[in-house]
Every structure is written in structure tokens, then in C-alpha cells.
T-cell receptor, first 114, second 114 residues
Framework: AQSVAQPEDQVNVAEGNPLTVKCTYS??????LFWYVQYPNRGLQFLLK??????LVKGSYGFEAEFNKSQTSFHLKKPSALVSDSALYFC????????????FGTGTRLKVLA | DTAVSQTPKYLVTQMGNDKSIKCEQN?????MYWYKQDSKKFLKIMFS???????INETVPNRFSPKSPDKAHLNLHINSLELGDSAVYFC?????????????FGPGTRLTVL
């Protein structure tokens, strides 16, 4: 069965500092991995994805994520956080073996302090 | 030219009523989804349609009935509304396969059952 874990409910970071939001996954086949961001009272917005290729994926707003197969992780990173990055971040996984089902993590609230 | 739109944005109703939420996408995608986001912000898939065919039905009470009149529309009808149905419902769409797979979300419908 597919699963996604986001171990931190909340991450606090000072503006200008690097940030990491953690995600680990479990799928039976090749993982398709995604990060989404949700601002208050809005829908989810796509940030980046890994399907195949280079393990380091770059996405919107300066975010990047590294696929680590041995650790089954797909942590979201940004070198220098902005106050405007404060939002709820979701990691999601789909089994590339053919299922259409996406499983979302429980979300991590990122708070960037000025 | 909103990619995924939902109506209504807010829905307040009494227990026992029947209500519908509509979703439309203009992205040419072949797969559409309904998700429920509860008060703790957990996001859970409810249904998915691929080319108008139901492919995912996640142990949702049969009071919930999705309908897909065509590939661009996926509506959600809820009978005999209960207090526990209060949540934000998100519609999403994607083109599955071919290295795309990114889901695009609508703005959400906040349902409040009194």
C-alpha cells in the first residue's frame, strides 16, 4: 500500500535561513512524488515533482527537492526562506505502476519569521 | 480563464438536506478527482474519474454520488447531509501518464452543515 509521512506538523525558520520540509514515502512500484503548497483559504498549488531523471528537482518560487531512493525520502528545500513562503506544504505520492491514486501527507505548516 | 473551477465557493445548509457541488476543468485533462479536507487540514481522496469512468471510490458513504457528464466536468451530489460532512471539498484534474501526472486543484468549496 502507498503511504506518505510528513513527520513535522510545523517548521519554524528565520527569514533568510535555509529551510527543509521532510517527506518519506512507501510505494510498491516506482514513485511519482509531488510537493504542493496551500495558502490560507486557497486550493493546493503545484510546486515540483519527481517522476524520473535527475534526483534533484527544481520547482516554483526557488524550491527544490531531492529524491533519495535508499532513504525513500523527498525532502523539500529552499536556500533562503521568505516570509511569504509561510504556508501549508503537502507531499504526495503516486505509484507509477498504473494506479491513478495519489496519497497526500498530513501537511507541514511552515512559518518563516521576520 | 481559471483552469479548475468549482461552484459554489461556500455552502451552508441544514442537516438532512441534499446539495451538489460542480467542478469544471478547461485543461483538456482526462482524469478528475474529489478530495475532502477536514478541519485538521488532512486531505483524503474520495473519487476519481478517468474519461468519465469511475476508477477510484474510497469507502465513501453512498450518500455521496459523483457524476461525470463529460471529461471536463465532475459533480458531487450529497444526500441527507450530516454534521460530519462539514469540510472543504476540492476538485482536481490531471493527465495521467506520459510524464505529466501533475494535479491541478480548484479553489475549494467550504461546506458547513448546521
Amino acid at each position: 500500500a502507498q503511504s506518505v509521512a510528513q513527520p513535522e506538523d510545523q517548521v519554524n525558520v528565520a527569514e533568510g535561513n535555509p529551510l527543509t520540509v521532510k517527506c518519506t514515502y512507501s510505494v510498491s512500484g516506482n514513485p511519482y512524488l509531488f510537493w504542493y503548497v496551500q495558502y490560507p483559504n486557497r486550493g493546493l498549488q503545484f510546486l515540483l515533482k519527481y517522476i524520473t531523471g535527475d534526483n534533484l528537482v527544481k520547482g516554483s518560487y526557488g524550491f527544490e527537492a531531492e529524491f533519495n531512493k535508499s532513504q525513500t525520502s523527498f525532502h523539500l528545500k529552499k536556500p533562503s526562506a521568505l516570509v511569504s513562503d509561510s504556508a501549508l506544504y503537502f507531499c504526495a505520492v503516486r505509484d507509477g505502476g498504473g494506479t491513478y491514486k495519489y496519497i497526500f501527507g498530513t501537511g507541514t505548516r511552515l512559518k518563516v519569521l521576520a | 480563464d481559471t483552469a479548475v473551477s468549482q461552484t459554489p465557493k461556500y455552502l451552508v445548509t441544514q442537516m438532512g438536506n441534499d446539495k451538489s457541488i460542480k467542478c469544471e476543468q478547461n485543461l483538456g485533462h482526462d482524469t478528475m478527482y474529489w478530495y475532502k479536507q477536514d478541519s485538521k487540514k488532512f486531505l483524503k481522496i474520495m473519487f476519481s474519474y478517468n474519461n468519465k469512468e469511475l476508477i477510484i471510490n474510497e469507502t465513501v458513504p453512498n450518500r455521496f454520488s459523483p457524476k461525470s457528464p463529460d471529461k471536463a466536468h465532475l459533480n458531487l451530489h450529497i444526500n441527507s447531509l450530516e454534521l460530519g460532512d462539514s469540510a472543504v471539498y476540492f476538485c482536481a484534474s490531471s493527465r495521467v501518464g506520459g510524464g505529466t501526472d501533475t494535479q491541478y486543484f480548484g479553489p475549494g468549496t467550504r461546506l458547513t452543515v448546521l
